[in-house]
């Protein structure tokens, strides 16, 4: 009898394992999802009125900011979780003079909008915002 609740409790916890893979398996591995898109964004930095025009490329696994370039961003690796038509992603890039700018958004069908934090020694944080739209 003791065996059979051993099997029973086992049984339980692989349903409940495989219930919460089922669950889960919509969700894309890094660069999956995003990548060979491009999406056109306006950039405004919080409590200004005024904006600014970029880029973001999702290519092989990185993201890239256009704008960014000009202050030595490069191109990084980014993380997405996608589920349906919407897709989560993240990703930090970096300067050697400018320090980090750390990206995170939310993609849903042609649609893009969220926010990055650009840090640099001897400064404050700096706060945007940005929306925009895939290129075409």
Do not use: H
Not at 73 to 101: I, N
Not at 118 to 125: I, V
Request: net charge negative.
């Amino acid at each position: 009898m003791r065996y059979v609740v051993i099997s029973t409790l086992q049984i339980f916890v692989l349903a409940v394992c495989l219930s919460f893979i089922s669950s889960n398996s919509n969700y894309a591995a890094a660069g999956e999802s995003l990548d060979g898109k491009t999406f056109s964004i306006e950039v405004t930095e919080k409590d200004k009125s005024e904006s600014t025009n970029d880029e973001l490329v999702f290519k092989e696994g990185t993201f890239f900011s256009t704008d960014c370039e000009q202050y030595g961003f490069g191109s990084a690796p980014y993380e997405s979780k996608s589920k349906g038509d919407t897709t989560m992603f993240k990703s930090t890039l970096t300067s050697d003079k400018e320090g980090k700018a750390e990206w995170e958004g939310k993609v849903q069908g042609d649609d893009i909008a969220g926010t990055f934090i650009w840090s640099k020694a001897g400064q404050g944080q700096i706060i945007y915002t940005y929306k925009g739209s895939l290129k075409k």
